[in-house]
């Protein structure tokens, strides 16, 4: 189980205390991530999240609070932060920042079909509508210098077949930080895999983890998304669901001729950044219990995969 910093039941009454939530029924700890401590928190007054942040700047919450609540009030299933009874929306526990959120229906789809896809492109596309107009602003801590660097690290500790494949991408990193495509911009997910969306059979329930959102090309979430919604059993690209999304995304702000020149390097580019995020992970919790770490390899496969890309982006006639 992923739960990096325990909490016990009388800390969390404690906590709770503050808000109007009710009584504290049970809690457990939530398997699956990798990054935060996560728990499922049951009371009187409702379901909630509760999230421990254990990784990142704890001075960019008020970033978070703030990009969840502008989504709430644009009409998107997100868990904006509970305020307290002082209005407090940030917190301490246990010598954690900790926010408590409201659980969100539905659950998470392990096999998506062409509808769940095009669903997902779709609040992708109303994700960057809410946020490309605000004052919202954040750089990414994985962002284009971190992979470059990262990238560069690893070229020594790889074999010869994967520094093949990271040193064409170091050198696309390097040529685009000196001169910037003109890509579509606004406030990304940049995580939007399938266990941080809920469905309730084909309706979009719920998405969940933040706490990678950033500032950046529009056209890099996409790829993030496709690289792991649209993977046939194989791994490749499946047509009729990567078509799906992308028309989706494409049905509410459709694509520009630069995004579509750019779109194999930003698929390879999205897959390097989570083969490294996996990589580092994997290196530093090698070994220790209690930690989930996500196997590297398929995101190095998938960057093997992209060297060919054969499905293009829509564009408007």
Known sequence: ???????????????????????????????????NSNFFVSCT?????????????????????????????????????VADRQGNALH?????????QPRLAGRHVERPDAAHCEAVGRWLAQLHAATRA???????????????????????????????LLQPLIEL????????????????????????????????????DFYNAASGWALYDVAIAVNDWCLDQAGAL???????????????????PTEQACWPDMLRLAALRFWLSRQIAAERHAGQA????????????LLQRHQTVEIRLPLAL
């Not at 409702?46 to 009030?73: N, S, Y």
Request: aromatic fraction near 8%; hydrophobic fraction near 45%.
């Open 173 to 208: 990193i390097g040529g685009w930080q000196q001169q910037v495509p003109e890509l579509p911009r606004a406030v990304l997910h940049a995580d939007l895999f399938r266990d941080n969306v809920m469905f309730d059979g084909h309706h979009l329930s719920g998405v969940i």
């Open 290 to 301: 209690g930690v989930l770490v996500k196997d590297p390899g398929h995101f190095l496969q």
């Open 92 to 100: 301490q526990l246990n010598g954690k920042q900790a926010l408590l």
């Open 134 to 164: 605000t004052s919202l602003t954040r750089q990414s801590e994985r962002g284009l210098a971190w992979m470059r660097a990262q990238a560069s690290e690893q070229l020594a500790r790889q074999p010869a077949s994967t520094v093949a």
């Open 1 to 35: 189980m992923s739960v990096f910093t325990p909490v016990s039941r009388e800390q969390l009454d404690a906590f709770l205390a503050g808000f109007e939530v009710g009584r504290l029924i049970d809690f457990q700890g939530i398997d699956g991530g990798s990054e």
């Open 238 to 256: 499946e047509p009729r669901r990567t078509r799906a999304l992308l028309a989706g995304y494409a049905a509410l702000r459709g694509f520009t």
């Open 45 to 81: 007054g409702g379901e909630f999240v509760l999230t421990l942040i254990e990784r990142g700047d704890p001075q960019a919450l008020p970033f978070f609070v703030e990009l969840l609540d502008c989504l709430h009030q644009a009409g998107l299933a997100v868990p904006y932060a």
